[in-house]
Structure formats: structure tokens, C-alpha cells
């Protein structure tokens, strides 16, 4: 299940979560958190779903469904944030991959005042894994984060918060390799990907921890679905590399349509 905002142009939110569960081989529930008007190149608008209404979501996905592990995205409010804790201290939300996403990247905010208290103190705790970007892990820390040693000691800080582990990641990172940081309970592991020049780079913080989600689900044990997630975004960045789609930054290659061809329009229909 995703917990998260939907996302009008379909690049991000709970749009690219559901296409990545599809992609991984498991079946996609969500509960809408908020809905946006946005595009490739800016957010217009947020619209929050009130808390009473994202929780009624959440049940009626948990009472029916067997839910092997669940994602949250854009939040929007502290009452959402809190709606989710009080289910994850439940027991209730297995597998909680938290991507805290706080800021869109044309700079436009995601979330209310006191949002990033209300995720360090209520919501880190529960998480089995927690996906913040260098600028995420920078508020949630409140110290820089610019290099793969900061990128460390502020993943070590949420560990120490109550995550069970955190991946950090570092597409903010200027270089030729995109440097994720994992850090778990015993140890901590550097992931490098050979950066992809793109400017199709839309929702892929939120690919990546759906992508975890769905292996998770899948029983996979998290450093391994930590490395295949990261291997499937950046498959999917290099598919769509070559894409058009809109004025600014543009979706992922979910599906490999550009890999297997099906993508392609027949001259004869267009």
C-alpha cells in the first residue's frame, strides 16, 4: 500500500508508486493523502485530504487485504502524519518505508508547519526503512548534508531516532556516480551508479522507495532490495533519457517500453 499525494502530471506521488509495484510484480493499493495540480515544470496547487478520511482509506485497505508492506509519501499535514503513526505503533503497517518527502523540487512545499518535528518524532521511530534525499536528511537533522560522510553521520542520527535503517540518497550529489548511503543496524554500506544524463529525473525518490516497498513485500531482505531498487531507477532514468513528455523534467521508464520497444508508435497509425 502507498499512503501518499497524487501527482496530475503522473511523473510522481502515488501515481509512479503504483506503477512501480506493477513493474516489481505486486498488487497496488493507496490511500490518497493529498492531491496536487502540477506538471513536469511546477506544482499549482496542494489540496490535503482531511486525516478522519485518509484513515478511513487505511482501513478499508487493511480490513480487506492481506498488506505485506506499505510506503508513505507526501503526507501534507501533521494530522496525516500523526493518522500514520498511530497506525504503524499499531502494528499495523508492516514493512514501513517512510520517504519523507518535505520539498518538491521546483522548491515548492509539501508540508505544514511542524511537519518535520512530527515525522522525527512520530513516524521515524516505525519506519523499517527511511528514504530521505540529501536535502530531506538536512532538515530532518537540521546539519549539512553535501557530502557521502555527512550523508553517513545523518543517516547514523536517524538510526538513533528509531528507523531501523535508513537509505539516503544522493542524486544531489554533483559527480559522475550517484552515491545512496545505507545505513542499518551492524553496518553501512555505499551503493555507486554511474550518473545518467537526463533531464527525466521526475519521481525518482519516489520510485526508489516504492521500489524497496514492493521487494520488501516480496521477502526480499532489505540490502538486497535496497540494491535492486536502485538498479531499477536507474534503468528506468536511462529508458527514458530520449522521452519528450513536457516542459520541464520529465517521467521514468517504468515498464522498459524503450528497452523492449513497445513504446514505439507504428508510422502507419501516426
Given at each position: 500500500m502507498t499512503i501518499a499525494g497524487s501527482d496530475s502530471g503522473g511523473g510522481a506521488g502515488l501515481q509512479a508508486d503504483l506503477k512501480t509495484f506493477a513493474a516489481l510484480g505486486v498488487?497496488?493499493?493507496s490511500a490518497v493523502s493529498a492531491v496536487t495540480a502540477q506538471n513536469t515544470s511546477e506544482v499549482l496547487g496542494v489540496e490535503p485530504v482531511d486525516s478522519?478520511?485518509?484513515d478511513l482509506q487505511m482501513?478499508?485497505?487493511?480490513?480487506d487485504l492481506p498488506v505485506a508492506a506499505v510506503k508513505t509519501?507526501?503526507?501534507?499535514?501533521v494530522a496525516n502524519i500523526a493518522a500514520v503513526a498511530r497506525r504503524a505503533a499499531a502494528g499495523e503497517l508492516p514493512n514501513l518505508v517512510v520517504d519523507p518527502v518535505l520539498v518538491a523540487?521546483?522548491?515548492?512545499?509539501?508540508l505544514g508547519e511542524g511537519g518535520v518535528d512530527a515525522y522525527v518524532d512520530l513516524l521515524v521511530p516505525h519506519a523499517e526503512v527511511i528514504t530521505p534525499n540529501i536535502r530531506e536528511a538536512a532538515l530532518l537533522t537540521?546539519?549539512?548534508?553535501?557530502?557521502?560522510?555527512?550523508m553517513i553521520a545523518a543517516g547514523r542520527v536517524l538510526c538513533d531516532r528509531g528507523a531501523h535503517a535508513v537509505i539516503v540518497t544522493g542524486g544531489h550529489i554533483t559527480g559522475d556516480e550517484v552515491p545512496d548511503v545505507v545505513v542499518g543496524p551492524t553496518q553501512t554500506v555505499v551503493l555507486n551508479a554511474a550518473r545518467v544524463a537526463s533531464s527525466n529525473d521526475h519521481g525518482t525518490g519516489c520510485t526508489l522507495s516504492a521500489a524497496v516497498t514492493a521487494l520488501l513485500a516480496r521477502g526480499m531482505p532489505l540490502l538486497d532490495a535496497v540494491s535492486q531498487a536502485k538498479a531499477f531507477v536507474t534503468t528506468a532514468i536511462r529508458g527514458a533519457s530520449s522521452w519528450r513528455l513536457g516542459k520541464g523534467h520529465g517521467p521514468l521508464d517504468h515498464f522498459g517500453w524503450s528497452t523492449d520497444g513497445s513504446a514505439r508508435v507504428d508510422e502507419r497509425e501516426g
Open positions: 498488487f497496488g493499493t478522519e478520511f485518509l482501513t478499508a485497505v487493511l480490513s509519501g507526501m503526507l501534507a499535514t523540487s521546483s522548491g515548492h512545499p509539501l537540521r546539519a549539512p548534508v553535501d557530502d557521502v560522510d555527512a
